[in-house]
């Protein structure tokens, strides 16, 4: 299973024999990485891991879509983020949330939850990172947290690398003022 290419893995799913094989490990491949960049954006464990199910569906439905021009992590990627985003988006609607309300709503659950670990530094990031329009928070978590490249991001969220580059940058600059002015 440990260092399975994406091409083995794609030809495990595509054998009639193998193919529940190669969707255990495809999920067992990028299961926490997916599943951590959508608690990112959604904060709350069951919705992340809903989400996450989501994802590996959606991939295995259209698993004779992908062409290959990325890598699968990268499309499973993208997968998680539109899923994350549209979720985030019926969620403000069906609530009939104000962004202000969301976010107070969220800042509570940082608060309060027994899933939210972590120093009293990382919830204040975290905060600061609820208060970023999604777009924004989308880019500064696969940029800082996951380390992608630009390049990477463009082909995960379909965005030209300049505006991806000024999406950090103003994450980053909010981020700042919201941390040094508490």
Known sequence: MVGTTDQELLELI?????????Y???VETYQRRVYGIIRKMV???????????NTFIKAFKNLDKFQGNSSLFTWLY??????????????????????????Q???????????????????KLQKSLLGLPEKQ???FNLKYFEDMSYEEMSQVT????????????????KIEQDLTTE
């Not at 709350?44 to 199910?53: G, K, R």
């Not at 979720?87 to 976010?103: A, G, N, P, V």
């Open 24 to 26: 255990r490990m495809l």
């Open 14 to 22: 595509q054998n009639p024999f193998t193919k529940e094989r190669g």
């Open 78 to 103: 993208r997968i998680a983020t539109n899923e994350s985003l549209n979720f985030l988006e019926k969620k403000k609607k069906r609530f009939f949330f104000s962004i202000e309300d969301h976010h």
């Open 137 to 139: 928070r989308l880019v």
């Open 105 to 123: 709503v969220m800042n509570t659950y940082l608060e309060s939850s027994p899933d939210i670990s972590g120093s009293e530094v990382e919830k």
């Open 43 to 53: 904060i709350v464990h069951e919705d992340a891991d809903d989400l996450t199910q």
């Open 158 to 173: 379909d965005t030209s690398v300049g505006a991806l580059k000024a999406s950090y940058h103003h994450a980053v600059k």
